[in-house]
Each structure stands twice: as structure tokens, then as C-alpha cells.
């Protein structure tokens, strides 16, 4: 077997990851979501957005968009502990991490002032960056002020996990796997009965020194 030596950017990112679990309380929360209706309303939209704007409304971007609607109403989850006092924000700089070519490694660039944006420009704010970072065109002011992250492991199928936060950050949100589940609903006539939905496993990982695990909770209701 051969032994590759740790490039600059692996290393950079151990650094990161270990640093982050040595200074934050990592805490992560997970909640499952019917993704019946951003289904329906993603099937609508894509070959309007494809054939007008050249973007697709990925599931990624609806997410992208609740989530920033939602952390309005949790300042903690998209603020940062530094030293003894707590800052809020009335902004999102949102990272999203991308894996490079060829897995050489994962970059977080980041869509400023979301908060601003439509689901169209979330949407195509998140498809530019993320073709800067896998053809390695990102400037340092794309890798920098994130406020809070998202990352999308699911797109390789898995349907859980724990994502480490990136510092100073006090949040990452984790997306997973959509797969179709059987799922307990109302019928006309209020009865539960078993349908089938696509559901999707969404992770909130916190800094339990900012964020406590009821405040988590409530943020991942919101956000379904």
C-alpha cells in the first residue's frame, strides 16, 4: 500500500476541524421533514428557472432559503460567542461547503447578505460559488464572514450525521439523503393513515455553550 503525504489543504482542514471540537460544546439535534410540498413546488419551477435564468432550483436552495428565513428568528444559532460576550447579527453570510474535484478536499465559500435574496437568487447565488470553488477561481473574500453553514453530505445518499462547526460560527445545518418513506398523515375525515413521502433528515449542530438543546429544537420545528 502507499502513503500519501498530507497536501497544505488537508492539513489546513484538520487544523480547522480539531480546533473547532477543542473550543465549542458540539451538540447535534436532527428532525425529519416532509419534502412533499418543495417537491411539488421544485417540479414547477425547474424548467421555468432552467430555460429563463440557466439555474437549478435545487432542493439545497429551498433549504437555504427557510433556514435564513428561520435564523431571523434565532439570533444565537447565526451569532458567535467571543470571549464574554454574545453577538447577534441582522444578517446571514451563508457558507456552503462544496467537495473539490477528485476529493482533494472541501471549501466553504460564502453567499453574502442572503437574507437579501429570493429563492431565484439563493439559487443562483449557490450554483456560481460553488462552480468558483471546483475550478479553483475563488477569491479570499469568497472564503470569508460566514455567519452560519449548511453542508449537503446527502447527495451521496447518507441519511445522518454530525458535522463539525466552523469557527467562530456557533451553527452548522446538515441535509441528507431524500428518500421515500412510509409516513403517518390525516385523511379527509382526520383519520391517521400511512402515505408515502419524501422525506429528508435535516441536522442542526450547535455550540452548546451559546445554544441550548430546547432553542435548537424549536429552531429545527421552525425550519420544517
Do not use: C
Amino acid at each position: 500500500m502507499l502513503f500519501r503525504s498530507v497536501t497544505a489543504m488537508r492539513r489546513g482542514i484538520a487544523d480547522h476541524m480539531r480546533r473547532s471540537l477543542d473550543t465549542s460544546a458540539h451538540v447535534t439535534s436532527a428532525i425529519e421533514v416532509d419534502m412533499s410540498r418543495v417537491v411539488a413546488a421544485r417540479e414547477q419551477l425547474k424548467k421555468e428557472y432552467q430555460a429563463a435564468y440557466g439555474v437549478n432550483p435545487t432542493y439545497l436552495s429551498f433549504i437555504a432559503r427557510a433556514t435564513v428565513q428561520t435564523l431571523k428568528d434565532y439570533p444565537y444559532v447565526n451569532g458567535e460567542l467571543r470571549g464574554d460576550s454574545i453577538i447577534t447579527r441582522s444578517y446571514v453570510n451563508l457558507g456552503i461547503a462544496v467537495e473539490l474535484k477528485d476529493g482533494k478536499g472541501l471549501i466553504v465559500p460564502v453567499l453574502k447578505n442572503v437574507e437579501t435574496m429570493n429563492l431565484l437568487g439563493i439559487a443562483k447565488g449557490i450554483a456560481e460559488i460553488a462552480a468558483k470553488a471546483r475550478d479553483k477561481k475563488l477569491l479570499p473574500d469568497d472564503v470569508q464572514g460566514g455567519t452560519f453553514t449548511i453542508t449537503n453530505p446527502g447527495g451521496y445518499g447518507t441519511f445522518h450525521g454530525t458535522p463539525v462547526i466552523s469557527q467562530p460560527q456557533s451553527g452548522i445545518l446538515g441535509t441528507y439523503a431524500l428518500v421515500k418513506r412510509p409516513w403517518v398523515i390525516q385523511d379527509e375525515l382526520g383519520q391517521d393513515v400511512i402515505a408515502i413521502r419524501p422525506v429528508m433528515n435535516i441536522t442542526l449542530t450547535y455550540d452548546h455553550r451559546l445554544v441550548d438543546g430546547a432553542y435548537a429544537g424549536r429552531f429545527l420545528k421552525e425550519l420544517r
